[in-house]
């Protein structure tokens, strides 16, 4: 089993920055993608950005160059650096790690951007 522990969400004012964190913990492999999803009322679960264990990357669109995702292999942690933040990404972000057929889900974090 694999556990994940979000966080570092909260409420900001629109422009601002927050820093999300992801420690996993429990039988990981070695080789594996980490990432972050998130979920707005009434909207599906999307992709934010995901990274490998030998650190590629993908972004969404919406996010690229506004958000940078990072990890710390040797903690298990993946980060999510969000900035210029805007009320459209008022969400749920979920931390996701998987390594082959197995995936994993953090609880959530909130994050709320005012306008």
């Known amino acids: 089993q694999v556990q994940l522990v979000e966080s570092g969400g909260g409420l900001v004012q629109a422009g601002g920055s927050l820093r999300l964190s992801c420690a996993a913990s429990?039988?990981?492999?070695?080789?594996?993608?980490m990432g972050w999803y998130r979920q707005a009322p009434g909207k599906q679960r999307e992709l934010v950005a995901t990274?490998?264990?030998?650190?590629?990357?993908n972004y969404a669109n919406s996010v690229k160059d506004q958000f940078t995702i990072s990890r710390d292999n040797a903690k298990n942690t993946v980060y999510l650096q969000m900035n210029s933040l805007k009320p459209e990404d008022t969400a749920v972000y979920y931390c996701?790690?998987?390594?082959?057929?197995?995936?994993?889900w953090g609880q959530g974090t909130q994050v709320t951007v005012s306008s």
């Open positions: 996701n790690c998987r390594f082959g057929l197995q995936s994993y």
């Open positions: 429990g039988s990981i492999f070695s080789i594996n993608v």
């Open positions: 990274i490998t264990s030998g650190g590629i990357t």
